[in-house]
């Protein structure tokens, strides 16, 4: 089942595509400029020992972003069946 | 062969994409290195010779983009626009081709003559990845060159490219690429608006300007009010598009710019770039999965911390023994060679003393910028900011602050002087400058033996635990003051920590000495003159005006009455009969000490020297009670005579401007204890922390040589009613937060600017005398150390 969530809500090493950002300003294009675009497959790679910032593979490099940016992406995973 | 005219290029590209090892290899050691004006962001260019042309490359600081948010893409971006160089080489890692992209994908909108660079083929090719590059060459419509900078392979062929293209003498030719009908409509129109107007210049493309005006560029919005009516219609139709673009596809078109540019990337590398599918981790990733594991990635951390720390201090010791061998050899060889005065007190204590204090931080600050480029060049130094961000960002700092605050003494003992310039690796500048404001309260090596010498003397029982207590109490008015600058001075937008994780590399040793040394070099250069004229003006201050006649009259009667009254002594007098017989004494003592009998009793040259003058020659028959008196009483002279010197230099020291002023301080530091005397060696301690003991030593008039007078000066401290240890708390509060030392000073002048300087005085200074006087006044309420 395909469900879109917030990309901080995401489990270590889970996959999903990116469908909407909805930050603005330098964030946004912060984000945006580093290959966070619609579309884009993404990978969770982990999170710093304090559970943030999180490290997202994206592309063919590995990103860092804090919760609070991370949770202005919305991607689509599939959720396993309950 | 002929020099065919100078071409200059400019070397863009991502960070980590291998720009600088590009320019080192073009390069080498012929590298310039300044500072754009009024930022901090570095200008490293470099001239060579290829195939006879003159080929001026300049490196641009390392960008993801050329949109107006940062300093770096602000510089970048001027350059290229205003300094129009020949040809931009941009610097494309191969392996991570979408985002690297990006940017070649907005020089070619600029128009630029542009040379792609496809660096880190190797690394491409390892994971799979093949590029096709003579397709990408005709979809990008510049030369492309594949290349592996690091072994140096294909920089020729890149040169060969850049000229060959430069003798074309191409003009601008932007690309245009498409963003939608909506868009690309307002974009037309706005850029046939700016082609009307006569007061806009022609150095910007106008589809290029008119797109920066949708992106919403600061920059690029405030030219427009050069012609206040086009401007005006132009403003207005970014008004409409964008509320059009919000209503339609509910995002800005600074948004929707960029995810057509990537689509349009997407379109390019489906056609050129074929990926072997496969899911398994690199290397690096497997790296990461114990470096930035949640219980060993700290613990390792903090051992990568201790050994940055433990490697500086031990790497540099030997050369700064050496330096200081070297300065106290030479610092002897001036007091032999020339007759005491001012003039020799300014060479040794001036001008020598001064050059120590630059040339003395030289190791220390190059085994620190070594350690530093092995942490960035292999990419170590982002996880550190990954892992401690969610810490740091609490008081306004950034992960990499913690090296810069380990470095000036977060373990006790290190140096404030590479700390600040530790602050460099800090893209942020608020959070920099917070940095740099906060590393001097550290407990840097000088504060130490002060800390040492008061701790001895009223903490005898605790000393390790109250030594500890110091480094906690440092850590924690760093990071609280960093607080307070963030929350006011200092205080802005958090920047958004969007960084890239680097893939670990293995640092070149050129990469990593050229590093080291640019640094260096800069330090050198830019604090050494500045900080050799303070130490000529501070030792101005302790030495003028001197002592007046009547008192330097006072100390030569005490010192000849005290003389006559030895000659005087029964049986002296046959044997000494003036004071230049009391000086050849002297001098055949350390003629005896020199020889082989110096080795054993101390007083046997004594003893020979009173033996050989009184004409005996048999020890045996010639000692008898009445050499012995003559012994004795030399050396009673001795010590009365260091004393009547230490009281004279201690009443000289009272009467320069340094003194004076330690006196007026009084009506201030009163409230903590302070008498003009330790005001003195605080002034002192302004040059140079080490310097307030040796000051403190003088004020209190105490003779003895540098190894015992941290011994004494306990002695006498303890034994001082005026003295206990709330006192003694109170100083090391002080010293511990009081004003940063020149050298330090300088190195803030060097990254930021004189004001920031200034503040360092003024904020330091304060945070220092209302924590010593909270100290000092809390423990008097309660009752404590009186």
């Known amino acids: 089942m395909k469900k879109v969530i917030n990309m901080r809500q995401m489990q270590d090493d889970q996959e999903g595509i990116i469908r909407k950002i909805s930050a603005s300003g330098q964030m946004g294009k912060r984000i945006r400029e580093m290959g966070l675009v619609p579309d884009t497959p993404i990978q969770i790679r982990g999170r710093a020992p304090l559970k943030d910032p999180v490290a997202v593979k994206v592309r063919d490099f590995v990103l860092t972003l804090r919760n609070d940016e991370a949770s202005h992406i919305m991607v689509e995973v599939d959720m396993p069946e309950r | ?59 641009l600081p390392g960008t993801y983009s050329l949109t107006a948010y940062s300093v770096e893409e602000i510089v970048a971006r001027d350059f290229l626009i205003n300094e129009r160089p020949d040809v931009v080489v941009d610097i494309v890692d191969g392996s991570n081709l979408d985002r690297n992209l990006y940017l070649a994908v907005q020089i070619r909108e600029l128009g630029i003559p542009l040379v792609v660079a496809l660096n880190m083929m190797d690394v491409a090719e390892s994971r799979g990845t093949a590029v096709d590059c003579k397709r990408l060459s005709e979809l990008l419509e510049v030369p492309v060159v594949p290349m592996v900078a690091r072994s140096k392979v294909g920089i020729q062929e890149l040169l060969d490219k850049v000229i060959e293209l430069a003798q074309t003498r191409p003009g601008w030719k932007p690309a245009t690429i498409s963003y939608g009908s909506d868009i690309d409509i307002s974009l037309d129109k706005i850029a046939a608006l700016i082609e009307q107007s006569e007061v806009y210049d022609r150095k910007y493309p106008a589809r290029w300007r008119a797109l920066k005006c949708l992106e919403g560029d600061n920059q690029m919005i405030s030219l427009l009010k050069r012609d206040p009516v086009i401007g005006l219609r132009i403003e207005e139709i970014c008004k409409v598009t964008t509320r059009h673009i919000i209503d339609t596809l509910g995002d800005e078109p600074e948004a929707i710019i960029t995810d057509y540019r990537y689509g349009y990337i997407a379109a390019v590398t489906r056609n050129t770039v074929k990926r072997r599918i496969e899911s398994r981790l690199d290397l690096s990733d497997k790296i990461d999965k114990v470096l930035t594991n949640r219980f060993f990635g700290p613990i390792i951390m903090m051992g990568i911390f201790y050994a940055i720390y433990a490697f500086t201090f031990w790497a540099s010791e030997e050369p700064m023994n050496w330096l200081e061998t070297f300065f106290s050899y030479t610092k002897d060889m001036v007091n032999s060679f020339m007759p005491e005065g001012v003039l020799q007190s300014l060479i040794v204590s001036g001008i020598i003393d001064g050059l120590g204090g630059v040339l003395g931080f030289v ?95 009223f903490f005898s029982n605790n000393q390790t635990r109250v030594m500890f207590l110091l480094t906690i109490l440092a850590w924690a008015f760093a990071l609280l003051s960093a607080k307070l600058l963030r929350s006011t001075v200092l205080r802005g937008p958090k920047t958004p920590f969007v960084m890239e994780l680097p893939p670990y590399r293995l640092p070149t040793l050129q990469g990593l000495l050229i590093h080291t040394w640019e640094r260096t070099a800069q330090y050198v250069k830019k604090a050494g003159t500045v900080i050799l004229g303070f130490s000529i003006l501070l ?23 005290r003389i006559n009254v030895f000659l005087k002594e029964e049986g002296v007098d046959a044997y000494l009969k003036d004071e230049d017989s009391l000086k050849r004494l002297e001098v055949l003592i350390s003629e005896i000490k020199a020889s082989k009998f110096g ?134 509060v002080f010293v511990m937060l009081y004003v940063p030392c020149m050298a330090t000073l300088m190195s803030i002048r060097k990254e930021t600017s004189w004001m920031w300087v200034g503040f360092s005085l003024v904020f330091n200074l304060t945070v220092a005398y209302l924590v010593a006087m909270i100290c000092s006044q809390a423990g008097r309420i309660l009752g404590l150390g009186v």
Request: glycine content about 10%.
């Open chain 2, 363 to 457: 190791p220390l600050i190059m085994c620190m910028f070594f350690a530093i480029a092995i942490l960035e060049d292999s990419g170590y130094m982002a996880r550190m900011a990954y892992m401690l961000d969610r810490v740091m960002r609490w008081f306004g700092l950034h992960g990499n602050s913690v090296m810069a605050m380990i470095v000036s003494g977060g373990i006790s003992g290190g140096c404030a002087v590479p700390g600040v310039l530790a602050t460099r690796t800090l893209m942020d500048p608020k959070e920099r400058i917070a940095t740099l404001l906060v590393v001097p309260f550290m407990n840097c090596g000088a504060k130490l033996p002060v800390f040492a010498m008061l701790i001895a003397a």
């Open chain 2, 599 to 732: 080795q054993g009793d101390p007083l046997l040259p004594l003893a020979m020297a009173v033996l050989r003058i009184t004409g005996g020659s048999n020890p045996e028959r010639d000692i008898g009670p009445q050499l012995e008196g003559i012994a004795t009483g030399f050396l009673r002279l001795r010590i009365d005579l260091k004393s009547i010197e230490a009281e004279k230099r201690q009443n000289a020291l009272g009467h320069t401007v340094a003194g004076r002023l330690g006196r007026l301080l009084e009506h201030i530091t009163k409230p903590l204890g302070f008498d003009y005397r330790v005001n003195i060696s605080l002034i002192g301690g302004f040059a140079a922390k080490e310097v307030i003991l040796s000051t403190l030593g003088t004020a209190y008039s105490l003779s003895d040589s540098e190894q015992e007078l941290e011994y004494s000066l306990q002695e006498r401290l303890r034994n001082d009613p005026g003295w206990n240890p709330l006192k003694a708390i109170t100083l090391i």
């Open chain 2, 539 to 561: 030792w101005a201050a302790m030495t003028f005006p001197g002592l007046p006649q009547e008192k330097e009259d006072f100390f030569k009667r005490a010192r000849s009455d």
């Open chain 2, 1 to 59: 062969m002929t020099l065919s005219g100078s071409i200059t290029i400019a070397l863009t590209g991502n960070p980590n994409s291998g720009k600088t090892t590009v320019f080192n290899a073009m390069t080498g050691a012929r590298q310039h290195i300044a500072n754009y004006p009024g930022v901090t962001v570095e200008k490293k260019s470099g001239k060579i010779i290829h195939k006879g042309h003159e080929v001026n490359v300049v490196d």
